[in-house]
Each structure stands twice: as C-alpha cells, then as structure tokens.
C-alpha cells in the first residue's frame, strides 16, 4: 500500500511540472480567449440572409441571393470594416422563417437583416427582428402587413395596393376587360393580399361590383387545376388574374391553354423566375405581369453598374429581385456609414431616414410605413424571354 501511494506522489508531482512546462499559447485561459474573440469582432460587421435556399421558393430566394452576394464583392467593406454575410436558409416555411432570424440575432449577433423572398416568410420573422430590435430590409416581399406596425422592417421594393392596381389598370385600358377572374394560391399571404387589392381597384373602375364573376383557389404544391380552370372558364371572363408562386402558376397556365382556355392570364412580380419559363415553355407566351426593374431601361449609375457587373460575373441577365437584393444590401451599407457605427438600433434610425437613394433598381425613398416608393414595370413573355413593355408610376399623394 505504502509502495502505491509513493508512486502516486510522483505521478502527481510529474504531471504538476509538465503542466508549468506547457506553452503559453496551448494553457487555456478563459479571459484571454475572451478578449481576442472581441478584438476579432470589432473588425467584422455581419450582415444576417435569410432567404429560402430550398423548398418550394428556392428559385426566388437563389435570386436574390445573387443580387446580395454581387453587391458584397463590391463593396466588402464599410467604416474600414469588413462585411460579413451570414446566410441561413429559411427553407420556404413560416416556422423555419422565425427560426432563421432567430439564429441570425441570438447568435450570429448580426447588426442588420436582409430578406426574405416571399411576403410569408418576411412575416413570420416580424416579431423576431422587432423584439431584438436589429433592422430588417426586404427585397422583394410586396404584402404591406410585412412592415405593418412594425418599425424595424423595411422594404427596397413598392407594395402590393400599387401592385394590384397597376394590372387591374392594364387588364382594363389596355386589355379592355370588364369581367374578370381570380385563381388565388390561397396558402400564400402574398397571392391572396394581391388578388384583392386588383380585385378592389377593379371594381372601381368598371364601377360594376359584379365585375369579378368567379374566384378560386388552390394551395401551395397543388399540380391539378383542373376544377378551378373548369369553374373560372364557365364564368367567361375577359381576363384572369392569377398572382402566385412561379411553379404553380406555370403550371396553371399550361393547363388552362391544354383545356383551350385563351383568354389573357395576367399576374405579379413572382413569375419572373426562369423556372416559370421553363415549366410553361409555349404556353405562357403573352402572358404579362407585373415586376420591379428592366435590364433595358437602366434607371441610374447604380442600374448600369449592377448589370455591367451582374453580366460579367453569372453570364446572365438578372431578374428584377436580384437588383432588389443587391439594393438592400448597399442601402442598409449606406445607413451604417450615415450612422458611423455598426449598432442595430443607430442602423434603422438610418434606415428610416433613407430618402433618394439611387439603387440599382431604381431611386428609394422610404415613407413613414418603411414602403420604397417606387415605379413598377410591365413585362410580356416573348419568344421565351421576359420583355419589357411599360413604366407605370406611382401617385404621389
């Protein structure tokens, strides 16, 4: 026993003076690693993206994505600080939206937020980005409840009450249309939010409240629409609105041109996707909608030098919410410098009192809602390419 407890002395005294032998650098010191984790900090501003990377609005999320990352090769730093883009997928679903800006602001302890693609998903991270008090800019997301009450949301684009108008105007002047149809993806905030908002202004201008002669719904990953065409076509309307996800709605109006529905299928900005394209081919030829910015109508500095860049680095012509995505980027950058420092709260205090600013996709100024007022653009599917058509501005009250 003796002989054991010697042995376990030396042991213990071996180990005591290797330990006082170790380097420096490999001793573990909870406050040194402190300080350094916060050195390493001060020289980062991080920039939260949540956007739907997978699901059923992959394609749009991916869009946008481009347009932020162009905009951070760019312009990489600010304050003499480098940027840093925390991108989290919130997978096309409400919860996984909470959940994304949740990590982005608990964790990643970003400064400010951009996204999402599809007004639901910006929606479901309102109470999150409000609550933690770090400002969040959409790019693309149209349904006004998005910045609703809500004085830490933003938006770079117009909301859908101007939306909504524009094409019922184009349905009526242009079209001539008095009665119109609504096939509404009814599980999508944006959809629904649209459809009346066209619905409503284009009663006023038949002055006919019986103008909408048949509405249906679908929801969100339906591929039949079989029964919703049958009851709209019985209703005989000189148009059909059908704002929704790009991969329905291609799919809607290949169906409905299969079952010799002819006429026009109008929609909104969602569509200028090239899986809309792809999916519908022939079949949505002439069909208009719509949209936020034309790469043949460069509207600023900014616009030329988007598409200059864009052009170079994917090969490609944008989409509009890529120029929206590369806009809330360089403007929360722009906020950041007015306020010369990298804290949330400062940051909306700019954000808030952002007034011409030139973007890619256009001059913005934010009202008192945090509402880009903004033109719209219409486009026409022509010979598989979407085309530009007409400006409409927006009146200023």
């Known amino acids: ?208 409240e019986n103008s909408i002669v048949a509405t249906s719904n679908y929801n969100t990953g339906d591929q039949d629409f079989t029964a919703q065409l049958t009851n709209v076509s019985a209703a005989k309307p000189d148009v059909i609105f059908a704002p929704g996800n790009f991969t329905e709605s291609a799919l809607l109006i290949k169906q409905a041109r299969q079952l010799g529905i002819t006429v026009p299928i109008i929609g909104g900005d969602t569509w200028e996707t090239p899986e809309f394209i792809e999916i519908g081919q022939a079949d949505v030829e002439g069909t208009v909608f719509s949209t936020f910015f034309a790469t043949e109508k460069p509207i600023t500095a900014e616009s030329e030098k988007f598409l200059t860049e864009y052009r170079k680095e994917y090969n490609k012509e944008p989409a509009a919410v890529t120029a929206l995505g590369y806009d809330a980027y360089i403007l929360i950058l722009d906020a950041i410098k007015r306020a010369g420092s990298a804290d949330p709260v400062k940051i909306r205090d700019e954000i808030a009192r952002t007034k011409d600013f030139m973007g890619a996709a256009g001059v913005i100024t934010l009202d008192e809602n945090g509402d880009a007022v903004k033109d719209a653009v219409i486009k026409v599917v022509k010979d598989g390419k979407f085309t530009y058509m007409d400006t409409v501005k927006p009146q200023i009250k």
């Open 1 to 208: 026993m003796r002989k054991l407890s010697f042995l376990f002395a030396i042991v213990l005294i071996l180990s005591f003076g290797l330990s006082g032998c170790a380097k420096p650098a490999e001793t573990e010191n909870p406050g040194t690693s402190e300080k350094k984790l916060t050195s390493t900090e001060s020289d980062v501003i991080k920039i939260g993206v949540f956007e739907p990377i997978t699901g059923a609005n992959a394609g749009g999320g991916a869009l946008e994505v481009e347009g932020v990352k162009l905009a951070n090769k760019l312009y990489p730093e600010v304050l003499g600080k480098k940027i840093e883009l925390v991108i989290v997928d919130n997978k096309s679903d409400k919860v996984e939206a909470a959940n994304a800006a949740a990590l982005l602001v608990e964790k990643e302890k970003v400064s400010a937020i951009i996204g999402s693609w599809g007004s639901s998903l910006s929606m479901a991270a309102g109470d999150i980005v409000r609550n933690a008090k770090v400002p969040a800019v959409g790019a693309s997301c149209t349904n006004p409840l998005v910045t609703q009450n809500n004085n830490y949301y933003f938006r770079v684009c117009f909301i859908d009450p101007f939306q909504g108008t524009v094409m019922a105007n184009y349905a009526y002047n242009n079209l001539g249309a008095r009665k119109a149809a609504i096939i509404q993806e009814v599980s999508n905030d944006y959809s629904v939010g649209l459809a009346k908002y066209f619905v409503d202004s284009f009663k006023t201008l038949t002055g006919d």
